[in-house]
């Protein structure tokens, strides 16, 4: 168990949908980071928030929005949802950013949500 | 920019015989390089991490990597394979705060 939490865990909706994901971070960690995993494009890079401010962007769509509040939880919001949206989503934590003073902040992942658009 | 290529999608080995994983990356800069695995419908764990101290890495569950500079891998070993291995596999890179995942390896273990 890694200690990031996330709810829930499977979702299934349709097409033109809104859902929202929520990720709860290991004890301590500021840095929350977003991760779609899908047949065909594998697992990619969606944003990052680091102590409730976006930090970095990676391949998100512009009907995908995200949030980091202040007790640390993140919330992934996905809209308009289509088919190829169905996928599962990680979240991920660390204690700071990526890199800082020359240490490495390893990333903590969560089980995951399976999202199923029909 | 940096990208992260893992040269077998599958990998089938005996139990007790040993494991490799090769992966390749290309970076600008000196990486910083992981290797985690996933278990079927489990998040992924970290295995090991190369933060550009030692070039062997040591890991969980008996994993080991070694960075190669000079052939710009960061290949995963070890030495028996136990059936628990048996999952998928990936190499990733951070730089700029930023990981980039590998397309994976899938390794199978046959009794």
């Known amino acids: 168990d890694s200690g990031v939490t996330q709810t829930p865990k499977h979702l299934i909706t349709a097409t033109g949908q809104r859902v929202t994901l929520r990720c709860s971070p290991r004890s301590g960690d500021l840095s929350v980071y977003w991760y779609q995993q899908s047949l065909d494009q594998g697992l990619q890079f969606l944003i990052q928030y680091y102590n409730g401010e976006e930090r970095a962007k990676g391949n998100i769509l512009e009907r995908f929005s995200a949030q980091q509040f202040p007790d640390l939880h993140s919330e992934l919001n996905l809209s308009s949802l289509e088919l190829g949206d169905s996928a599962l989503y990680f979240c991920?934590?660390?204690?700071?950013?990526?890199?800082?003073?020359?240490?490495?902040?390893?990333?903590?992942f969560g089980p995951g949500t399976r999202l199923t658009v029909t | 920019a940096q990208s992260v290529t893992q040269l077998d999608s599958h990998v089938s080995v005996s139990e007790g015989t040993p494991v490799l994983l090769r992966c390749n990356y290309s970076s600008s800069y000196s990486p910083s390089l992981f290797w985690y695995v996933q278990h079927p419908n489990k998040g992924l764990q970290l295995l090991l991490k190369?933060?550009?101290?030692?070039?062997l890495v040591k890991g969980i569950n008996g994993f080991e990597a070694e960075f190669k500079k000079s052939e710009t891998s960061f290949h995963l070993t070890k030495p028996s394979a136990h059936m628990s291995d048996a999952a998928e596999y990936f190499c990733v890179v951070l730089q700029a705060g930023k990981l980039s995942f590998g397309a994976g390896t899938t390794v199978t273990v046959r009794a």
């Open positions: 991920a934590s660390s204690v700071a950013p990526g890199t800082s003073g020359g240490a490495v902040y390893e990333q903590y």
């Open positions: 190369y933060t550009s101290a030692a070039t």
